[in-house]
């Protein structure tokens, strides 16, 4: 048996159960759990089942195992009453196991049955049965630290209480067990959480970090991100972002938060040229924000590469392209910088074309603009074969009457198709 429970139950005496004599099971019970175990050789299979002996309730627990010489072994929990230490290893053994199936009706009305005779013990509603059993034992006889941590609801760090070093064997509240205040557990109350408290060096960060910003952590659950965050922030003596904080709280696996570390890196580079990513993107838009931002970082990195094949394009094709009025300008970008720009300010995928603008000589994309006002977006087009596939202003909305009919004139003037399908689609819409 693990030493520090050895010394728990020593500590906490409580009677074990072994002579107190408990009827048995009927013979249809018991001739039922033999038939359904012999269904699932391969696993260890629990059956349960609540009792009552006099005016004492008890959970009889049987485990159907074929390694057994009798192929199955009795297990009681009563209230006020320990397993023999001999029982209880074998018990948690069992626990521990991962070749365990339970008869899931029985589990479940017992379930109800201890949860009405035993408010007091605060059992949840794990998702693990073990978990169940776990506390249902703990809470139910004396067992210091295993019963206090239990009854508050702080089931992550009881369960792992063995492998936490040096805590307080007898402390009589989770603050004096573990050192750290009460928020700051029941926001470590999870399999990061506890796995993080087992050294003294962290709980003492803990506290630390809890009296820090408790405001911020504010009794939600810490996650690894988080954790993370905090203590390298303060190590470095810098400031913690609460949206930032916030942000890891959502990232659920190591891939979420390397992904995003990746992309905050292109960002800041990014960011000169196209401000629009999302600096926190939601979990379902971390991964296409990121094939944004990467693919932007590439089109940086090859700047001047782009930019040339562009001005070798527009030398080639600003005759053919350029237009102006008294009132419009029309003319290709000559740089990646412009693309980009536009794309920033017309709010529209115009990113995902800046190799075609550059390298494809079938696909040209053209800035429409007010005489006058040359910097600042209006409308912005896509040729492609001779046709205009798309003009569109800000937010992919459609010009005006008047924009439209320069955009006519213009087809005109250069020989450019412009569908039908498109120009009615411009008539169908609300005018500016």
Request: one cysteine or more; charged letters at 30%; a negative charge.
């Amino acid at each position: 048996m693990d030493f520090q429970r050895s010394i728990d139950r020593i500590l906490y005496q409580s009677d074990d159960n072994s002579d107190v004599f408990y009827p048995s099971i009927c013979e249809d019970d018991f001739a039922n759990m033999a038939i359904e175990s012999a269904a699932n050789r391969s696993y260890v299979m629990f059956f349960m089942y609540f009792r009552s002996l006099g005016e004492q309730d008890y959970l009889d627990i049987y485990v159907w195992d074929n390694m057994l010489p009798e192929c199955y072994k009795r297990f009681v929990i009563q209230e006020g009453y320990a397993l023999s230490e001999g029982d209880e290893e074998i018990f948690l053994e069992y626990l521990h196991r991962g070749d365990i199936l339970v008869e899931d009706v029985s589990y479940r009305c017992c379930v109800r049955r201890i949860r009405r005779e035993y408010p007091e013990i605060h059992l949840q509603d794990y998702a693990d049965w073990r978990q169940t059993l776990l506390h249902v034992y703990y809470t139910l006889h004396r067992t210091g630290p295993y019963e206090i941590l239990y009854k508050a609801n702080l089931n992550f760090l009881a369960v792992r209480l063995e492998n936490i070093n040096e805590y307080n064997l007898i402390g009589s509240s989770p603050e004096r067990i573990l050192g750290v205040q009460l928020g700051m557990l029941r926001a470590m109350n999870s399999l990061f959480g506890s796995e993080t408290l087992e050294t003294v060096e962290n709980r003492e960060w803990a506290g630390y970090l809890y009296a820090r910003y408790h405001n911020l952590i504010h009794g939600s659950v810490v996650n690894k991100y988080q954790w993370k965050y905090l203590v390298e922030q303060e190590e470095c003596g810098n400031i913690v972002e609460k949206q930032k904080y916030l942000f890891l709280g959502k990232i659920a696996s190591d891939e979420e938060y390397y992904t995003y570390l990746k992309y905050a890196e292109q960002k800041d580079v990014v960011d000169s040229y196209y401000s629009l990513l999302p600096k926190f993107p939601e979990e379902r838009e971390l991964y296409e924000s990121f094939e944004v931002c990467d693919m932007l970082e590439w089109y940086i990195e090859h700047e001047w590469g782009i930019d040339k094949r562009l001005c070798d394009k527009v030398s080639r094709y600003q005759d053919k392209y350029f237009y102006e009025t008294s009132e419009y300008i029309v003319y290709m970008p000559a740089s990646l910088r412009e693309l980009l720009n536009e794309a920033e300010n017309q709010h529209n995928c115009l990113y995902q074309y800046v190799l075609d603008a550059a390298c494809d000589d079938e696909i040209f994309i053209l800035f429409v603009r007010e005489r006058g006002k040359e910097k600042d977006s209006l409308i912005t087009v896509e040729v492609q074969d001779g046709m205009i596939n798309q003009a569109y202003k800000a937010y992919n909305r459609n010009p005006n009457e008047k924009e439209r009919g320069f955009l006519e004139e213009y087809a005109a003037i250069k020989k450019l198709v412009l569908p039908t399908n498109i120009y009615f689609d411009w008539f169908d819409v609300d005018e500016d």
